[in-house]
């Protein structure tokens, strides 16, 4: 008789520990690029839509002082605003020019108090001519 031996040759499949962790670990650091991507992206957004509201506040502001009928006097003026649910601060400064049938017009816009002059979110220059 002869015997017959049966040697299993098994192949092993899957991954090993090690590799395992190594994918989780390169997964990890792509997800948190991801998400401090995601994060920046929709600071910018917030930011660029608070630049814009602020820059139509401004806009609405100059249109205002151009349709008006009376002469711009000299001076600053601070009104407070609502826009987009939010309250919005328009500071006015009416200045003078060599030209003395212009002025020139200076309008920040807060989203909050208007005391810190540095601070506006927008700044719109322009002239005003008299009519």
Not at 26 to 35: D, H, R
Not at 51 to 72: H, S
């Amino acid at each position: 008789m002869t015997g017959r031996r049966y040697f299993s040759k098994t192949r092993q499949t899957g991954f090993t520990l090690l590799e395992v962790l190594v994918a989780l670990t390169m997964f990890a650091v792509v997800a948190v690029m991801i998400n401090t991507r995601s994060a920046s992206a929709m600071n910018n957004l917030a930011r660029i839509k608070e630049k814009t509201f602020a820059l139509w506040l401004a806009e609405n502001k100059a249109a205002e002082l151009r349709l008006k009928k009376q002469w711009p006097s000299v001076g600053n003026a601070i009104d407070s605003v609502d826009m987009a649910g939010r309250e919005w601060y328009v500071d006015t400064d009416v200045l003078e020019t060599p030209n003395k049938n212009l002025r020139r017009v200076v309008i920040r816009i807060y989203e909050n108090d208007a005391d810190e002059k540095d601070n506006s979110i927008v700044a719109l220059y322009t002239f005003v001519g008299k009519h």
